[in-house]
């Protein structure tokens, strides 16, 4: 039997069966990012519900884990070399399950160039620049009088909705004609969109292939399931 006692973080959130993966999480967008490849995947896995508050993500157990106080993070205790390992970065995460399973980066070194080409993509672009927008639309960062933050993130939102568009003409999913690791990270932040109350600001309504596409992700089997573990408290 596996023994994860040596993470710290099983000590905040005690692992039930340490035989199988280890899902530290809340459904964000890059949370589920996740719990989606996990259910696509049909790898088994226990998830522990880790909230946004300081009192989890910044407590020394989490830490240990991810020093970066973000979820996702996982510890799979059958890693390489079947010794146990721990990871943080939803992206990074991503790589590492596609990899172990053989799955979700197509079928040709080709395929596989495309698939890390859009899983940066919104990891450099999708992620970090519709959550600053998010900020600004939505938040705190709406209260400032100042126009010019909040202009800058939903040009640059219209721009790579705009990317995404053009992408996906004549093509069900962003690298091809197969699902991927690269869906399942951007289509999470395309649907954040109606979180931040964006979803016309940004011209969505617009954007029929984005549009299309959502649907079409929406309607996975993994999808359904995956975009609500962990479950969230309440």
Do not use: C
């Not at 040596?6 to 000590?11: E, R, V």
């Not at 197509?106 to 080409?117: C, F, M, P, S, Y």
């Not at 079409?216 to 969230?232: L, Q």
Request: hydrophobic letters at 40%; proline letters at 9%.
């Amino acid at each position: 039997m596996n023994d994860l006692s040596s993470f710290p973080i099983t000590k905040k959130w005690p692992v039930a069966n340490p035989e199988i993966l280890q899902l530290f999480s809340f459904p964000t967008p890059n949370g589920v990012k996740v719990s989606i490849a996990l259910e696509e995947l049909q790898l088994p896995y226990e998830p522990h519900l880790v909230t946004l508050s300081d009192a989890d993500v910044k407590s020394p157990e989490f830490l240990s884990l991810n020093p970066n106080n973000k979820i996702p993070a996982i510890i799979d205790p059958n890693g390489p070399e079947g010794k146990p390992v721990g990871l943080f970065e939803s992206g990074a995460i991503l790589i590492y399950l596609a990899e172990k399973t053989g799955k979700l980066l197509g079928d040709t070194g080709e395929d596989k160039a495309r698939v890390l080409q859009w899983l940066m993509f919104q990891m450099g672009g999708l992620g970090p620049m519709f959550g600053q927008m998010g900020f600004f639309v939505k938040f705190a960062g709406s209260e400032i009088e100042d126009p010019r933050p909040r202009e800058r993130y939903i040009s640059e939102a219209k721009r790579l909705l705009a990317v995404v568009e053009k992408q996906l003409d004549g093509q069900d999913w962003i690298a091809g004609d197969f699902f991927s690791i690269a869906d399942i990270a951007i289509v999470p932040w395309l649907k954040a969109l109606t979180f931040y109350e964006a979803v016309e600001l940004v011209g969505l309504p617009d954007l029929p292939n984005i549009q299309a596409y959502i649907e079409r992700f929406n309607t996975r089997p993994s999808v359904v399931k995956g975009s609500n573990i962990p479950p969230r408290e309440g």
